[in-house]
T-cell receptor
Framework: GEDVEQSLFLSVREGDSSVINCTYT??????LYWYKQEPGAGLQLLTY?????DMKQDQRLTVLLNKKDKHLSLRIADTQTGDSAIYFC????????????FGKGTRLSVIA | GAGVSQSPSNKVTEKGKDVELRCDPI?????LYWYRQSLGQGLEFLIY????????KSGLPSDRFSAERTGGSVSTLTIQRTQQEDSAVYLC???????????FGPGTRLTVT
């Protein structure tokens, strides 16, 4: 079945860049997503990328997709303490209507 | 505008009791999803409603779990004869047409004692 893998923890200093990595197994993945979950809150979509793209940039966020290696990364530039949260990688296939398959999430801790 | 809402926010129940969790999706969203977030397990898909089509129940872990969506809007997830392993945060999401964002509610934290 489909699987999405992420490292569980990442710790960075305030002002540094954070890079959160994700690998997936489903070669038919069409849409790949990054969600953020702050303590006690639901999931918030940060960004998504279509599988025919290599890169997407949105302000401090840069998403890189290596479709050959089925590797997705999220880079947060100038990481702030407010970026401390759990970040989930997710994928869907077909038209994107199917339920998302999530990784277990990466807990990002930002040290002031 | 109003987002996805869920109730209750917290539910503590005794093992063996039935519980109902409610989700109010964003008005006009045709798709509704239930997920479960267990400690250390990430998010697990449970069930998916799309318009008037039969729901995709492939993620339900046992026949103790069921869900309804009435009038294409509000959804209720029912867990019968709850077990301790059912303890988790149950998240609901809704989506407008197209392969775009699923909007998540804040979740219901279920604790089975």
């Amino acid at each position: 079945g489909e699987d999405v893998e992420q490292s569980l923890f990442l710790s960075v200093r305030e002002g540094d860049s954070s890079v959160i990595n994700c690998t997936y197994t489903d070669s038919s993945s069409t849409y790949l997503y990054w969600y953020k979950q702050e303590p006690g809150a639901g999931l918030q979509l940060l960004t998504y990328i279509f599988s025919n793209m290599d890169m997407k940039q949105d302000q401090r966020l840069t998403v890189l997709l290596n479709k050959k290696d089925k590797h997705l990364s999220l880079r947060i530039a100038d990481t702030q303490t407010g970026d401390s949260a759990i970040y989930f990688c997710a994928e869907s296939n077909d038209s994107g209507n199917t339920p998302l398959v999530f990784g277990k999430g990466t807990r990002l801790s930002v040290i002031a | 505008g109003a987002g996805v809402s869920q109730s209750p926010s917290n539910k503590v129940t005794e093992k063996g009791k039935d519980v109902e969790l409610r989700c109010d999706p964003i008005s006009g969203h045709t798709a509704l999803y239930w997920y479960r977030q267990s400690l250390g397990q990430g998010l697990e898909f449970l069930i998916y409603f799309q318009g008037n089509s039969a729901p995709d129940k492939s993620g339900l872990p046992s026949d103790r779990f069921s869900a309804e969506r009435t009038g294409g809007s509000v959804s209720t997830l029912t867990i019968q004869r709850t077990q301790q392993e059912d303890s988790a945060v149950y998240l609901c999401a809704s989506r407008a047409g197209g392969p775009y964002e699923q909007y998540f509610g804040p979740g219901t934290r279920l604790t089975v004692t």
